[in-house]
Antibody, heavy 124, light 110 residues
Framework: QVQLVESGGGVVQPGRSLRLSCAAS????????MHWVRQAPGKGLEWLAV????????HYADSVKGRFTISRDSSKNTLYLQMNSLRPEDTAVYHC?????????????????WGQGTTVTVSS | QSALTQPPSASGSPGQSVTISCTGT?????????VSWYQQHPGKAPKYMIY???KRPSGVPDRFSGSKSGNTASLTVSGLQAEDEADYYC??????????FGGGTKLIVL
């Protein structure tokens, strides 16, 4: 079954760190660029970061640049998001998403497969 | 990286057509034909509906169509059905390796 399953969310205090994981199955993970997208409560989607199919290129939204790091381990078919210096405004559901095959950098063709998301709450 | 502008809501009766707009700038929608649309039902993951302005992924009904004029992209849903009631989001390549989403539109089927 082709799917993405996120994990690692939870309640964390401001200033602390958290690492999210996204387990991919049912497709050749190493052939696809991958994204992280979040959705704050009652709000719209916000793109956060993208990593190329081979992990050689990454790019971030200004809102998380310098605090969040996207990475991947193709031997484990897993995508990661390391989140440091968390703020209350980082509270959201975090989705991983796949770029379609043929979009090796991930920027152009959107996201054709999404996970259900994992919830991160930043609060003291 | 300013968000694309979408109307908060749109509505139509079953069988009618509804169009949702997505307004950007000459730095994103106006320059690149890399606009995508997503459908999201409450509590569910977004679903890929349109890419490259007007192309439909396999399995998406042809009742859903996309277009673009200048800095504004549009999603049209024809022959509205009850199950089309959902939130819809546009996104665009925004140059400099950025992706930007719209704020979302709640489609109400009356």
């Amino acid at each position: 079954q082709v799917q993405l399953v996120e994990s690692g969310g939870g309640v964390v205090q401001p200033g602390r760190s958290l690492r999210l994981s996204c387990a991919a199955s049912g497709f050749t993970f190493s052939s696809y660029a991958m994204h992280w997208v979040r959705q704050a409560p009652g709000k719209g989607l916000e793109w956060l970061a993208v990593i190329s199919y081979d992990g050689s290129r990454t790019h971030y939204a200004d809102s998380v640049k310098g605090r969040f790091t996207i990475s991947r381990d193709s031997s484990k078919n897993t995508l990661y998001l390391q989140m440091n210096s968390l703020r209350p405004e980082d509270t959201a559901v975090y989705h991983c998403a796949r770029a379609p095959r043929g979009d090796s950098s991930g920027y152009y063709l959107g996201m054709d497969l999404w996970g259900q998301g994992t919830t991160v709450t930043v609060s003291s | 990286q300013s968000a694309l502008t979408q109307p908060p809501s749109a509505s139509g009766s079953p069988g009618q057509s509804v169009t949702i707009s997505c307004t950007g700038t000459s730095s994103d929608v106006g320059t690149y034909n890399y606009v995508s649309w997503y459908q999201q039902h409450p509590g569910k993951a977004p679903k890929y509906m349109i890419y490259e302005v007007s192309k439909r992924p396999s399995g998406v009904p042809d009742r859903f169509s996309g277009s673009k004029s200048g800095n504004t992209a549009s999603l049209t849903v024809s022959g509205l059905q009850a199950e089309d009631e959902a939130d819809y989001y546009c996104s665009s390549f925004a140059g400099s390796n950025n992706v930007v989403f719209g704020g979302g539109t709640k489609l109400i089927v009356l």
